[in-house]
């Protein structure tokens, strides 16, 4: 059974930072499409970023240069660093992994953690 629990989120200042942490159990990350989406309120939920199992990542324009994703193989857990945050990317964020490569789609993910609540206030 594979399970995704994401870890990190919380209550941050505009310009403050956050790492999120998806800790996978029951599949490799190293042989997994991993991503991070999220969704805002009264939104629909949308790629933030990722990493195939070639440790390439990907990011969604709004987020280059201020998200880092990276993956711990030893620890099968994938990390998203946040920094600058602004108010509008208050949202659920959600880990999710396929077999292998990388998608932007959410309806081509296999396995979605429960998600975990960042709020940046201004």
């Known amino acids: 059974q594979v399970q995704l629990v994401e870890s990190g989120g919380g209550l941050v200042q505009a310009g403050d930072s956050l790492r999120l942490s998806c800790t996978v159990s029951g599949r490799p990350v190293s042989r997994s499409g991993m991503a991070w989406f999220r969704q805002g309120p009264k939104k629909e939920r949308k790629f933030v970023a990722g990493i195939d199992w070639t440790h390439e990542p990907s990011y969604a324009d709004s987020e280059k240069g201020r998200f880092t994703i990276s993956r711990d193989d030893v620890k099968n857990t994938v990390y998203l660093q946040m920094d600058t945050l602004k108010p509008e990317d208050t949202a659920v964020y959600y880990c999710?992994?396929?077999?292998?490569?990388?998608?932007?789609?959410?309806?081509?993910?296999?396995?979605w953690g429960q998600g975990t609540q960042v709020t940046v206030s201004a």
């Open positions: 999710a992994a396929r077999s292998w490569a990388l998608s932007t789609l959410e309806n081509e993910y296999d396995y």
